[in-house]
């Protein structure tokens, strides 16, 4: 998170489901993985989005780059504006291993991308 970012919070519950970056005359919606969704635009037009987005998708499937290079399948368990912390999918299973990694927030989709359906 910028120190100029806004936060925003949908009005009907108060979740905060993302930011709002001055640009110019306008704002771009940054999401809670700290990546833009819009390009700039007005006020309005970026607290739709963010609120239209939710925070659905975080409860998909992602892929970390590991440090060799590899990519495992994870779930986001955690975000806060400074950090992500994801887990290794272990497809429910209560016996497996709980294998935890933590990466700044902003992410970048180079290192945390949805996983290809």
């Known amino acids: 998170m910028q ?20 640009v110019d005359d306008g704002f771009v919606a940054i999401d809670m993985l700290g990546r833009p969704r819009t390009d700039v635009v007005d006020w309005l037009s970026a607290e739709e989005t963010l609120d239209g ?15 060799d290079g590899a990519w ?11 950090v992500v912390r994801v887990k290794k999918e272990d497809w429910g299973d209560m016996t497996a291993p709980q294998i935890y990694f933590t990466v700044p927030n902003p992410v970048s989709e180079a290192q945390l991308r949805p996983l290809s359906r």
């Open 3 to 22: 120190a100029d970012w806004i936060e925003h919070r949908r009005a009907d519950d108060g979740e905060h489901v993302g930011w709002m970056q001055p």
């Open 53 to 67: 987005l939710g925070l659905r998708y975080l409860a998909d499937p992602h892929e970390l780059l590991l440090d």
């Open 72 to 82: 495992l399948r994870v779930r986001i368990a955690e975000v806060t504006p400074t």
